[in-house]
């Protein structure tokens, strides 16, 4: 390593990002305590959390004084937290403004992120300084349990929808890869002869470590495997942004010949958990986020019980999220976790599923490519994309407002998804546009937003492949 990178790499991350540094070490800490004190920590956080939001968000104060959980000379009660309502995407996009505090203009670093989210329902969220000093900790302590070492290459498979509208790289995207030695494969649009291309540069590389989208190492594997061809085996493995299903954790490991450590985070509340060196779920990051998962009636499901995920994250104030619905669904492990950490362990996690869609001339696209071509457009309440065949997509709309007239009034953003998902998919592939009132769960009951017919083998109950 150079002293150019070594002076760039001491001033971005010990002089402008002190405080993440601190936060670090604290969280550090934090995941040998024992249990109590861990607990009273969290529930001061999140005691901070109520206390400011009945003070300075319009949404809360009501709400969080109609159900008594905090009190009119601003004291909280924990005990009547689970009063409170389960804050829905809907919510969020109809109230934004009730939901920002009133002194966002004295926050730092207040900037608006956009998810595609897990189930297809597009938000805009506002988040600042405080979010980015705990969420990088987060990340920093989860790669620490997977043994990632500074100064080790890694390899990102990654998705850029950015880079494949714009292949022009920025300087600031390479400049933070140069910084922190990582070498970016983009895996949102893969093109037939890329998968030899990028075998060969992990051969090349030999990196210690490799950070991917669940489905595109599977993919990667597959191919591998199909071509009866050899990878180097790096020290270990991190997946994130869909589900780890088990046959693509058993077939990644087996053709990698390393570990995986799964990952569970979102665009929203950022990194939520990660798999320590047991292998045995993964440790939620409890002094940020206080998860809770419920069974359909609202009540606590017990340790091995499936039930929906709520999220109430304790470190960003400018637009509090508390008991936030994100989509997903786990399960509380059922006893502590043999490697002594404290923080609450998920046994496992059924969370957003993405489709591999495939082009007739061998090109793979990730479905995190249509959602974010879709959910950009502020006028759609929740869309699935439907790759039918190599000529037809069916996109299947619901719009939030139920009068708009898409193909009259939204001609040009009509077109601009089109001629996008031309781009990757072939030109002589048609676009099938449907508003309709309702977009039906599978027989599974799960909520899909991106499905490919043509190359169904990333999804567990479809998978013909495997
Ligand atoms: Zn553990």
């Excluded at 670090?24 to 934090?30: A, I, R, S, V």
């Excluded at 496992?348 to 793979?364: A, L, Q, W, Y």
């Excluded at 190599?390 to 939030?400: Q, R």
Aim: with cysteine; net charge neutral.
């Amino acid at each position: 390593m150079n002293y150019r990178k070594i002076l760039s790499w001491i001033y971005h991350h010990l002089v402008t990002r002190k405080q993440h540094w601190r936060n670090f070490k604290t969280l550090k800490e934090w995941q040998w305590l024992p249990p109590d004190m861990l607990q009273a920590i969290c529930a001061q956080r999140r005691r901070n959390l109520l206390a400011h939001a009945a003070a300075h968000v319009p949404y809360y104060s009501k709400v969080l004084r109609e159900t008594e959980v905090v009190d009119g000379s601003g004291k909280v009660n924990l005990d009547n937290f689970n009063r409170l309502p389960f804050l829905t995407k809907d919510i969020i996009r109809s109230n934004p403004d009730a939901l920002t505090s009133d002194d966002k203009a004295r926050r730092s670093n207040v900037f608006t992120n956009y998810s595609g989210g897990s189930t297809g329902e597009p938000i805009y969220l506002l988040q600042d300084a405080g979010y980015q000093e705990w969420n990088f900790p987060a990340a920093l302590l989860g790669d620490e349990w997977a043994g990632l070492q500074f100064g080790q290459a890694k390899i990102t498979l990654w998705g850029g929808t950015a880079e494949v509208l714009d292949p022009e790289e920025t300087k600031k995207r390479r400049w933070r890869r140069w910084l922190n030695h990582e070498i970016f494969i983009n895996a949102t649009v893969v093109k037939a002869e890329a998968m030899q291309a990028h075998l060969e540069f992990i051969n090349r590389l030999k990196p210690w470590h490799i950070r991917a989208m669940a489905e595109s190492i599977y993919d990667l594997a597959r191919y591998i495997e199909r071509h009866g061809l050899e990878v180097y085996s790096p020290h270990s493995i991190v997946t994130s942004a869909g589900t780890l299903f088990p046959h693509i954790r058993e077939k990644v490991e087996e053709i990698f010949r390393a570990p995986i450590f799964n990952r569970y985070g979102s665009q929203e509340v950022g990194v939520i958990g990660y798999e320590c060196e047991e292998h045995q779920g993964l440790h939620v990051f409890s002094p940020i986020h206080h998860l809770e998962i419920v069974r359909p009636d609202g009540t606590p499901a017990p340790p091995g019980e499936f039930g929906e995920v709520m999220v109430t994250l304790l470190s960003n104030y400018v637009m509090p999220l508390i008991r936030y619905q994100i989509g997903d669904v786990a399960a509380w492990a059922e006893k502590p976790c043999a490697c002594g950490r404290g923080f609450p362990r998920l046994q496992e996690i059924k969370g957003r599923i993405n489709d591999i869609f495939v082009s007739r001339d061998g090109t793979h696209s990730h479905g995190q490519y249509f959602v974010n071509i879709l959910g950009y457009n502020k006028w759609i309440r929740r869309f699935q994309i439907v790759q039918e065949s190599y000529e037809l997509v069916n996109i299947y709309i619901m719009l939030f407002d139920k009068h708009l007239d898409p193909k009259r009034t939204k001609r040009e953003d009509l077109a601009k998804v089109e001629e996008r998902i031309k781009l990757v998919l072939g030109e002589d592939c048609q676009v099938e546009w449907h508003f309709v009132d309702e977009i039906p769960p599978t027989p599974s009951g799960k909520h899909l937003h991106t499905i490919s017919k043509v190359m169904e083998k990333t999804r567990g109950d479809t998978d013909e492949l495997s």
